[in-house]
């Protein structure tokens, strides 16, 4: 066999072993799409904080008791349209709730600081009003 017959065949096998190492590790597309599901409902919840942050300091340092008067999309998981579930607890202290396709955690070289890492399944952020909502990373 000639020289241009072995490389070709070596070009291939390391391809084909670096497209299934890429889906070992990253998952295939099906996974990819839930955990960017996952990122937009993250920032979904992000921005919600912040408005929430906002009412509590121009509204004499009250959290709100509801998220009623937030607006309809802003208050819902922006994938599944279920709302986030609001807990207050403290004056300045307070929770939002849903429900995660992945579990972030496990996510290769992701950073483990970051204060929106999550489960897969039911989770909830806390978050005081008194202090910045974090900043949420581009990807995971």
């Given at each position: ?32 799409r839930l955990v960017q599901a996952d990122l937009r409902t993250v ?19 009250t959290l709100p008791a509801n998220l009623t008067h937030f607006p ?23 929770e939002l709730c849903t429900t995660f396709a992945t579990d972030s ?36």
């Amino acid at each position: 066999m000639s020289r241009d017959l072995w490389a070709g065949i070596a070009a291939t096998i390391a391809v084909v072993a670096a497209a299934i190492l890429g889906f070992h590790v990253l998952g295939g597309p099906s996974n990819q799409r839930l955990v960017q599901a996952d990122l937009r409902t993250v920032r979904q919840l992000s921005e919600l904080a912040r408005q929430i942050n906002v009412t509590w300091s121009t509204g004499g340092k009250t959290l709100p008791a509801n998220l009623t008067h937030f607006p309809g999309p802003g208050k819902q998981d922006p994938v599944s349209g279920r709302p986030f579930l609001y807990h207050t607890k403290s004056s300045e202290e307070y929770e939002l709730c849903t429900t995660f396709a992945t579990d972030s955690r496990n996510v290769p070289n992701g950073n483990t600081t970051d204060p929106w890492i999550h489960p897969k399944g039911d989770y909830c952020f806390a978050f005081d009003a008194s202090q910045p909502v974090p900043f949420v990373p581009y990807s995971y």
